[in-house]
Each structure stands twice: as structure tokens, then as C-alpha cells.
């Protein structure tokens, strides 16, 4: 059985960091188109970066492009979402998903994914 489990979430100040961790089990990495989405609330689910197991598609949202970063160690069976220069607007809570076709990559949206992380929380706030 796939399990996805996130961490790293909390409270940041504008302008700090944090890294998204994503550890996968009950499989190996290397075969998962991954994905970080976020959900604010009041506010529908959104593709923040994607990348798919052959590192071949990617997408990544154009309000965090140039902040966001994603990557993968998949000798640790790990997905990363490095987040920097934080805006309170990036407040929400974000999940890793995991799905084996590609192309949910290039379309980054959560309704191609079939693995979920229970999500972490992450607050952007002085």
C-alpha cells in the first residue's frame, strides 16, 4: 500500500524559509510522478510544482516560480518542496500526491493523482 507522509510545515515570518519533506512507503520512488499541492482556506485545491519520475515534465506555478523548489532523492524514497522568500499568501496547507502516469506532471492538477499525504500546515505570518 502507497503512504505518503509529509513534514516540515509551521510558522514562518514574510520573507523566510522552510523545506517540505515527503517520504513515501510501500513502494519505490522512482516509478511516481509527484506533486505539492496547497488548499488555503476558503480556496480550491492548487498545483504548486510537479515533477514526473523520469524528471522528463514538470510544472510549477507561476506565483512561486523563481521561490519554490521541488526535488527528489529517490535513494531515500524522499520528495522535497524547498520554500523560500514565504508571503503570507502562501499560507495553506500543503500535500504530496503521487500517481505513475507522467503526464500529471504537465498538468499538475490533483484529480490525476491517486496517492495522498494527510498534509502539513504552513503559516506565513508576522
Known amino acids: 500500500q502507497v503512504q505518503l507522509v509529509e513534514s516540515g510545515g509551521g510558522l514562518v515570518q514574510p520573507g523566510g524559509s522552510l523545506r517540505l519533506s515527503c517520504e513515501i512507503s510501500?513502494?519505490?520512488?522512482?516509478?511516481?510522478?509527484i506533486g505539492w499541492f496547497r488548499q488555503a482556506p476558503g480556496k480550491a485545491r492548487e498545483g504548486v510544482s510537479c515533477i514526473s519520475y523520469d524528471f522528463t515534465r514538470a510544472y510549477t506555478r507561476d506565483s512561486v516560480k523563481g521561490r519554490f523548489a521541488v526535488s527528489r532523492d529517490d535513494a531515500r524514497n524522499t520528495v522535497y518542496l524547498q520554500m523560500n522568500n514565504l508571503k503570507p499568501d502562501d499560507t495553506a496547507i500543503y500535500y504530496c500526491a503521487a500517481d505513475t502516469w507522467g503526464e500529471a506532471a504537465t498538468y499538475c492538477d490533483g484529480v490525476y493523482f491517486n496517492h495522498w499525504g494527510q498534509g502539513t500546515q504552513v503559516t506565513v505570518s508576522s
Open positions: 510501500g513502494t519505490t520512488l522512482d516509478y511516481y510522478t
